[in-house]
């Protein structure tokens, strides 16, 4: 394969003016595209809680872990039941097959809150679902169902940014044919006998999509990731990673071999710096080039809500000739005019993204996930990755609804219900951004992300928040240590197309509420509610 060598630059690096500055100075000399990607830029939002609430937060902590060393000292001595999996008598000499230490976080934390994850839903996951009602006897250990239905809770936790999520018999017609056609499931990989003609069809309606010459699809998007890089680099190959990055991203990495080093969130000096270094030293200790040097960034940050900064990456990337691989998860299908994603919403040439990545779980209603780029890349991979040589086939009825979407967007369909379905989103996204800063919360992201994170922080208030929402018939998503930063505990609110301009006034209402209850508005900033009347680029040169 000579698709993904890498050689030194044969031209000297310059010094002095940065990749950062030159983007910017085009900004200036455009009238759209990247000018209109810094613009994009400077709209994103990672505001700083005063001082009293990070001590809060580290002393919420500090209480529970001291209460958690007294419940495992009562324990031990045989004054509390311990629920925990713990190893046998018989077994003591053996090498522990429970970490103790490890697990008392689960335990005495985790446990305390397990109540607000994993509850069952009983109905379609579109704009509102029903809740299957459970109870705990013993401290969350444990639940019960009660029988009852909690009916009608708004959902702002599901990826069903397009709301293709649905159950229209007019629009699944294809789907349910393709169902009596082929089957739920081919029982074989695409390299025997599970290779079908919809499955090609898919392939080049991603292809078309993205703008690139070729793809290939796998039913699995975790396994997208965590088996395609290790295909592509190796041991002597340098794996440049944001640190924000998916653990897909990051288990794919670990499992190549090759060297990784993780650059800052969104931050260009800091790859930049990574980037000259890895030129001009080469490997540790033998100093040769590195074979191959990969940057893997994600088109939205699905923690943070933030875009990737797109054109100064690949800047960068041509100018230390290194290689780009971008995971579209969240923002295939939910950016972008015609929803084409981050390239589109940057309008940078798809070409210049050496492996585009992305999956079907979210904007398209769907499973499994692709890889495209150019065609020598795709017929690789065909052969090399793992997904592709031992997992199963796309399952039918899923690659059907998955063209059913594409289709959709594409206006294939002869109307314009995918459009009509991307604005909507985009309308609901800045609507709701723009009223929850003017209530007070603090919020990370762009605007035009429809991954909306409202800053909780305190262990307490995060428990106290999911289960006043669910009083309120409101279905969130709670996130904590150590799914992010110990004191950055959030909530992340995943908005929809077909969510209603009610259904949003109604969640927004009752945050309101919640927020003044258990006094989340930690925000210091001012915002007004009117639009902003000049663009940002008309003071640009005046600095």
Known sequence: MTWFKLTRPEIPLPSGMSCLLLVKLLCVKNGHGTAGACRQNRQESFEQAPMYVAVMTYLGYGIVTLFGYVRDFLRAVGLEKCHVAQERDEQKDFVPLYQDFENFYTRN???????????????????????????????????????????????????????????????????????????????????????????????????????????????????????????LVGKGCLILSDELNHTSLILGARLSGATIRVFKHNNMHSLEKMLREAVCSGQTRTHRPWKKILIIVEGIYSMEGSVVRLPEIIALKKKYKAYLYLDEAHSIGAVGPSGRGVTELFDVDPTDVDVMMGTFTKSFGASGGYIAGKKELVDYLRSHSHSAVYASAMSPPVTEQIIRALKCLMGKDGSTEGIRRIRQLAENSRYFRARLKEMGFIIYGSDDSPVVPILLYMPGKVVAFAREMLDRRIGVVVVGFPATPITEARARFCLSAAHTRDMLNQVLHHLNEVGDRLCLKFSRRKYSSWPDLCEETDFELDS
Not at 195 to 200: G, K, Q
Request: some cysteine; proline content about 3%; charged content about 20%.
């Open 109 to 231: 934390l985790y446990m305390r809150v397990r109540d607000n994850w994993n509850r069952p839903i009983c109905s379609l996951p579109g704009p509102v679902f029903d809740l299957m009602e459970r109870v705990s006897d013993d401290y969350n250990w444990t639940f019960r169902l009660t029988g009852r239905t909690i009916h009608n809770v708004i959902n702002v936790g599901s990826y069903n940014y397009l709301g293709f999520a649905e159950n229209n018999a007019d629009f699944l017609k294809t789907v349910a044919d393709t169902t009596c056609q082929f089957g739920v499931g081919v029982c074989s990989t695409r390299q025997e006998m599970g290779n079908l003609s919809i499955h090609e069809e898919l392939e080049k309606l991603v292809a078309n999509f993205l703008g690139v010459e070729s793809s290939m699809t796998f039913g699995m998007g975790f396994a997208t990731n965590s088996m395609n890089i290790p295909a």
